[in-house]
């Protein structure tokens, strides 16, 4: 196995928890970049950046995935590829900058995956294989990457602390949101930690306890 490390760096007015996952040989993957480019690369000092993965396509979450990529391509000079999320989020990727300005926010970008992802597939970088489920409902598009060997989930804006994703959204769908939580996260191991798209980490085990949303 190859152990991963995660750093939480919180983004954006809305603190959308960016986490970049590295190993020991000095490499990473960022995980939603919401915003707050600068902060994010100097998380990251000198490490080298295998790719940015989306889970979903929200403003907090995607609107830094651009510039970030122009920045590190510069710095690394290499290809820095954008992967995911579902390809049937492109349309809130392409939608950023209108999300970001009822927010009154500038700062945030379009973004055009370099492919997107499908559930049931598998991608491999940092010398470990992440996991790609599609459970849809807070985005129709959205995905979670699981790490089986470190025990870990980037659960993006499904699950979190004692509560679930919004779904009051136009195409929001909560059956299929708690569906896929059942599904593909209350599955795995009461040990794996759930790193959530906001808020603190939590564990499989504590949210089928004790979430409110998910017992029976």
Do not use: W
């Not at 991963?4 to 020991?24: E, F, M």
């Amino acid at each position: 196995m190859t152990p991963l490390y995660a750093k939480r760096v919180p983004v954006t007015p809305l603190r959308q928890n960016c986490t970049i996952l590295s190993n020991d040989a000095g490499r990473a993957v960022v995980v939603d970049p919401g915003g707050d480019v600068d902060d994010i690369l100097q998380e990251l000092g000198d490490m080298s950046v295998e790719a940015i993965l989306l889970t979903h396509g929200h403003l907090d979450h995607a609107g830094g995935a651009a510039p970030l990529k122009r920045a590190l391509e510069k710095r690394q000079n290499q290809s820095v590829p954008v992967v995911g999320p579902d390809r049937r989020d492109e349309f809130l990727l392409q939608s950023i900058t209108q999300q970001a300005a009822a927010f009154g926010l500038t700062d945030m970008e379009n973004v055009m995956p370099d492919r997107f992802v499908e559930g049931g597939e598998v991608l491999h970088f940092l010398g470990q294989d992440l996991h790609v489920a599609h459970i849809p409902g807070h985005t129709p598009g959205h995905v979670v990457f699981m790490d089986h060997d470190n025990r870990r989930v980037l659960a993006g804006d499904t699950l979190f602390r004692g509560t679930v994703g919004r779904t009051d959204f136009a195409y929001g769908d909560s059956r299929a949101l708690i569906d896929g939580i059942r599904t593909h996260l209350l599955s795995l191991p009461d040990d794996t930690v759930v790193l959530c798209g906001h808020g603190m980490p939590t564990t499989i085990g504590e949210e089928r306890r004790a979430n409110p949303f998910l017992i029976s």
